[in-house]
């Protein structure tokens, strides 16, 4: 279980966010196993949003702003991709964005995130 880390998570008055013995109930940040924004830091939009008005300006200072344009050539243009042969059964391939080549992948090169052709950002 953790706390949804946004800032105003508790100043949401939804029913569920009520917490607390009787006489003493308060609205309090959402506590989940499980949340799907933000990497799964946030119960909602919402909350991942208001975090990123507060914190993303310091978070960006701290982690590198991109200060100049990137570009997407040959050499950092690879993505996975997988379709279907005539047996049904699924081939798992590496595509060049911008040379459109065509690379076999294994299954497990596939669900690698580590691995990749790419040499650049
Ligand atoms: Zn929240």
Not at 44 to 55: H, K, R, V
Not at 108 to 121: A, I, M, R, V
Request: net charge positive; glycine share 8%; hydrophobic share 20%.
């Amino acid at each position: 279980m953790k706390f949804c880390q946004g800032p105003k998570c508790h100043q949401y008055k939804t029913k569920d966010r009520i917490k607390g013995t009787k006489g003493n109930k308060t609205y309090q940040t959402r506590r989940k196993s499980s949340m799907y924004y933000g990497g799964g830091n946030f119960c909602s939009f919402q909350c991942y949003n208001d975090w990123a008005n507060e914190f993303a300006d310091r978070a960006i200072d701290h982690f590198g702003r991109t200060t100049t344009a990137k570009h997407l050539t040959e050499q950092n243009a690879w993505y996975k991709d997988y379709t279907w042969n005539s047996n049904n059964d699924t081939v798992y391939i590496y595509i060049n964005g911008i040379t459109k080549e065509q690379r076999p992948l294994t299954k497990e090169q596939y669900s690698d995130k580590s691995y990749t052709l790419n040499t650049g950002e």
